[in-house]
């Protein structure tokens, strides 16, 4: 008999190990993983008549089944095979998500050692990427920002991997812990700056329910901490949305007009295509500019260094602008998910607060991190947001691996 949560465990240490590898070697590694995942939901609902757990997986389908139908009936700005292609992009990050929620898969001592190793390799193997040709580089990894976001996913599982069974982490994993996401510094992303100090305040600041009274005291620590978030965001926030490179028309910086022009061509679609948006394949995804999408033409942006059909490189440079697709519908059904997560995990922890601290905080980080990911680039639809949902689907396993520890441990105290 196949055992799922097991056959979960060992998918994503998989896509794990294979994180590097999956950016410019194995390039379908995440959407295989993914696909692998819907494959584990059919066959335990028509094996084990399991529906109910997947009410969630089948709600999302369901509604990407729509957009669907309507982007192919109503709303085509690309061709059906590229449309089917942005469809599949689409529904990728949101499979394991929602088959590990289903599954509860627990992670044996075994499997968290061996996560563990693989988190640390791979920070190992970053750090001779900040000492590379930036050509060689690129041909390795693709973007500096791929060390940083593979730092801060391993920091994260090594963490949660660490979880004692009364809910403790030791002082030294802790450390370890930090010292991973530390190697993601060099990088000076200021999305992974500000997702690390983050980790730092959750880590080793947070206490249980501090935000839930006026107290000045945590008061003056929230402002401190939004100050720290705003020094590091500040300058790339201004120079990407405010300010640009007014002086210059470098490439390698020009970059800077493309992200406004993205973000604020999504806002008009919205207000022409209110509520259902502008349909699969249409605009800032990767299906848009593999196939070059008539809506750019539409909207005159298509002159836009980056933006243009000779030259699409930046089309996929964000993820929110994409949301334009779905209409408004598809803006509030994106952020009922994140704050359905959310309430879940806190559910959990309020219910439990000392043994269940840790999911709580590892958790709400994933969502943390990829809100701000989604800023600024399309992390979510790869392989590191592959990564970066099964933590959080994992977290919401916190009690079932509460229970099991306690009882592996009893066991192991009456042998």
């Known amino acids: ?72 009936l109503f ?91 009364d809910g403790s982490v030791e002082k030294l994993d802790k450390l370890i812990a930090m010292m991973l996401l530390v190697c993601g510094i060099p990088c000076m992303r200021s999305k992974f700056l500000s997702e690390a100090v983050l980790v730092v305040f959750f880590v080793w600041i947070y206490k249980p329910m501090m935000f839930k009274g006026f107290k000045p005291q945590y008061i003056l620590i929230a402002l401190m901490l939004l100050a720290v978030l705003f020094a590091v965001t500040w300058n790339k926030f201004s120079y990407y949305f405010i300010m640009g490179d007014t002086d210059t028309f470098d490439p390698r910086v020009v970059q800077s007009f493309a992200r406004p022009v993205l973000y604020a061509t999504a806002g008009l679609i919205i207000a022409d295509y209110t509520l259902l948006g502008s349909g699969l394949a249409s605009f800032a995804t990767f299906a848009s500019s593999a196939n070059y999408s008539g809506l750019y033409y539409e909207y005159g942006i298509d002159k ?73 680039g399309t992390m979510f639809s790869q392989s590191h947001g592959m990564i970066m949902v099964s933590i959080l689907a994992y977290a919401f396993s916190c009690e079932f691996n509460i229970i099991y520890n306690n009882q592996l441990e009893t066991n192991n105290n009456n042998a």
């Open 1 to 72: 008999m196949i055992r799922l949560d097991k056959l979960c465990n060992w998918l994503i240490i998989i896509c794990l190990a294979g994180l590097l590898p999956s950016i410019m070697f194995i390039k379908y590694l995440d959407e295989i993983g993914s696909f692998v995942f819907l494959a584990i939901a059919i066959a335990d609902c028509l094996l084990n008549r399991n529906f109910k757990r997947y009410i969630p997986l089948f709600v999302m389908v369901g509604v990407m089944l729509f957009y669907l139908v309507y982007t192919l």
């Open 304 to 376: 836009v260094y980056g933006l243009s059909e000779a030259m699409p490189d930046f089309i996929c440079d964000a993820y929110y602008p994409s949301l334009a697709q779905f209409g408004l519908i598809g803006i509030i059904l994106f952020i009922v998910l994140w704050r359905w997560s959310y309430k879940k995990l806190f559910n959990l922890f309020e219910n439990n607060t000392k043994s269940l601290k840790y999911y709580f905080v590892i958790g709400t980080l994933a969502i943390a991190a990829i809100l701000i990911e989604n800023t600024s």
């Open 75 to 165: 709303k085509s700005y690309n061709t059906t095979p590229y449309v089917l292609m942005d469809f599949v992009l689409e529904i990728k990050p949101f499979l394991p998500l929602f088959v590990i929620y289903a599954v509860r898969p627990i992670l044996s001592t075994r499997e968290k050692t061996a996560i563990k190793a693989i988190c640390v390799v791979n920070v190992i193997l970053i750090l001779p990427m900040y000492f590379l040709p930036q050509y060689t580089m690129k041909q390795l990894v693709g973007h500096i920002a791929t060390c940083g976001a593979t730092a801060f996913v391993s920091s994260l599982f090594y963490l949660m991997c660490s979880i004692k069974p």
